[in-house]
């Protein structure tokens, strides 16, 4: 089985696709050509399902960093007789810069070890599995590399190291010393496609430079942002343009899929998708950590990927493919046995199936975000934004699987009837801007219906606090989103007192939130929410408490890696990170945080 903690993984990114490697050197996971694609290597999920290792061939101590303002990832080997350091990189397209990032990148994994002091032996083993494993393909030494061929790729890997082969695996060995140094490069095509050109050490080089450029250009157009944790804002606002798909503008939730939310369990989703339930969290980081641009390019997807006729379709879709796809109907892998035998390991997500009513608020708000910003609604917009009110005013009432896809019972959650009161709050203001004056009355009357009823039946005196689902006595972290999104303001005590129930009664000993404790539909525990943590903070400092708000942002940012990438959990017993990763929502619940703190400091 796959045992290696996740959070020993780094990212790897190119704005199209991803790569996990880690500190010793192997790629563990690579989809080609996008986040989505089947994977090349996804020795993360199984040990035999193929990776890619380059490392000293005797004992080393390693560290490693991301290159300053980039995603390339630079590992040091101290060795006894010599140090050794390799960089890695998925090539941005040639002379990208800003907002091109990702444009025309070419699927190209780029590797360049250099030795630079002493002499240091080096062990290269090389085991591609296409197809998530199910290919083990044959190999051909070729002039300046190997042919790998098999299904339907075929991968040219660029060496000017000779490999062995043995079946379906090529090793080879070197010795560097100071001042040497070494490029590969690993590039796919069609298998019935012209094969990729084969690449010098020297021309490795050059793109590895090229690439970190590139990263530079756009981090260098993106440091606006002044306040605590500059160095955390900033870098997560990288993290988010590493996990933007640059043709479409969509972000997937996460690199992975079937990481486990709660280990040996079954709870192992596919994360490479984008949710409408993230829109506003992620405008709203965006607005902090990039700029209008990339907002203008989420929300540009958003409404294309949901356009429909809302009013006769039975719900609006929750998540989309990062090219737009509805269908993304879910299928197991039964020859992969998932990492630390979290089983069963997932591709495609069922959950575009449920029904969440929250997400007509999401997409409402995301418009509120952003109007100002992208000027006027086309057309198609303007009816879609109006149709996503209407439905929302019709449907509130009705029950739903949350924003967290409770694969149980549908039931009234409450956080579901209070993005639906965001979506007409926010379809109000908007309503000039949609031709939509008329609706104005009839928006105004449900909005109060849902927002006297909030108060009603998601209030519970014994508890306290509003409560996860009407009538309900059972504590959800998603009730912190009530002052976030101005339902109340942030002083009124049933806010506080709500902000106080999370904080005392769904953290765990080191201060990290649970989601919520009640039963769910799924068997097994999750670990604890970094959001859930981050969305703490937020609301700590909305309602006046500076320093537990700094309390709990430390606590949620301290569970980075050492190249500072976020899980979407963390085990509550062990402390180490669960969940697909990196994860996006960890990121921008981060960004706005640190953000919102900075504020009500001001």
């Known amino acids: 089985m796959s045992a290696r903690p996740i959070g020993d993984y780094a990212m790897l990114s190119d704005c199209r696709s ?4 880690t ?7 690579l989809c080609l050509p996008r986040f989505d694609s089947p994977a090349l290597f996804a020795r993360l999920l199984d040990e035999e399902a193929g990776c890619w290792t380059i490392r000293p061939a005797c004992p080393a101590e390693a560290t490693r960093r991301y290159v300053e303002d980039t995603l390339v990832l630079e590992t040091t080997f101290r060795t006894r007789g010599g140090t050794l350091v390799l960089l890695d990189a998925l090539a941005l397209g040639r002379g990208e810069r ?3 990032l990702g444009t025309t990148s070419p699927g190209l994994l780029l590797r360049r070890l250099a030795c630079t002091e002493g002499r240091v032996p080096v062990e290269i083993v090389y085991a591609p599995r296409p197809e998530f494993g199910l290919v083990r393909p044959l190999m051909q030494p070729v002039s300046g590399g190997l042919i790998a061929r098999g ?10 190291v000779e490999f062995r082969t043995s079946g379906s695996v090529a090793d080879a060995g070197l ?16 298998a019935w496609a012209p094969d990729p050109p084969r690449r010098t050490s020297w021309a490795v080089a050059r793109r590895i430079r090229d690439t970190v450029a590139g990263w530079r250009s756009w981090s260098r157009g993106h440091a606006d942002y002044e306040g605590p944790w500059r160095r955390h804002v900033n870098h997560s606002g990288r993290v988010l343009r590493a996990m933007t798909y640059a043709p479409t503008g969509a972000i997937v939730a996460a690199a992975t ?10 709870r192992n989703w596919d994360y490479r998708y984008t949710w409408v339930r993230d829109a506003s969290f992620t405008l709203h980081a965006l607005n902090t950590a990039t700029c209008e641009e990339e907002e203008t390019a989420f929300f540009t997807f958003l409404s294309r990927a949901c356009a429909t006729q809302v009013d006769t379709d039975p719900d609006l879709q929750i998540m989309y493919g990062i090219g737009g796809e509805r269908d993304l109907s879910e299928r197991r892998l039964p020859h992969l046995r998932g990492w630390r035998d979290s089983a069963p390991v997932r591709v495609g997500n069922d959950a575009w199936r449920q029904r969440q009513l929250d997400v007509y608020g999401e997409l409402l708000d995301a418009a509120y975000r952003t109007y100002r910003d992208i000027g006027p609604f086309d057309p198609l917009t303007r009816s879609l934004l109006i149709g996503v009110a209407e439905t929302a ?6 029950p739903d699987q949350s924003l967290w896809e409770v694969r149980g019972p549908s039931r009234h959650f409450t956080h579901s009837k209070l993005m639906c009161w965001v979506g007409l709050d926010r379809a109000i203001t908007l309503a000039p801007v949609l031709g939509a004056a008329s609706r104005v009355a009839d928006w105004t009357r449900v909005r109060d219906e849902i927002h006297a009823a909030i108060l009603t039946h998601g209030w519970n005196e014994q508890a306290d606090a509003f409560t996860q689902t009407f009538g309900g006595t059972q504590i959800d972290a998603a009730t912190l989103m009530m002052p976030l999104v101005g339902f109340l303001p942030p002083d009124d005590p049933r806010i506080r007192s709500t902000v106080r129930a999370v904080a005392t009664q769904l953290t765990d000993t080191r201060g990290l939130v649970h989601r919520y404790r009640s039963a769910d539909g799924l068997p097994g525990q999750e670990g604890t929410f970094l959001l859930c943590t981050f969305w703490l903070a937020h609301a700590l400092a909305l309602t006046g408490q500076d320093a537990a708000a700094r309390r709990a942002f430390e606590t949620a940012a301290s569970c980075a890696n050492d190249v500072g990438l976020l899980s979407e959990e963390v085990d509550t017993t062990t ?5 697909n990763f990196p994860q996006a929502l960890s990121h921008i619940g981060l960004i706005n945080a640190a953000r919102a703190i900075r504020d009500t400091r001001r």
């Not at 991803?18 to 490697?21: G, K, N, R």
């Not at 010795?175 to 069609?190: I, S």
């Open 175 to 190: 010795t560097l010393r100071a001042g040497q140094n070494v490029g590969l490069a690993l590039q796919t095509g069609g």
């Open 257 to 266: 899929t079937s990481l486990p939310e709660s280990i040996g369990g079954e």
């Open 151 to 160: 299904g339907a790729d075929a991968l040219t890997l660029s060496s000017p």
């Open 98 to 100: 800003g907002h091109a």
């Open 393 to 398: 005013a019709r449907r509130w009432q009705e």
């Open 18 to 21: 991803a790569a996990l490697v």
């Open 575 to 579: 402390g180490e990170a669960i969940g």
């Open 23 to 29: 500190s010793d050197g192997s790629v563990d996971w």
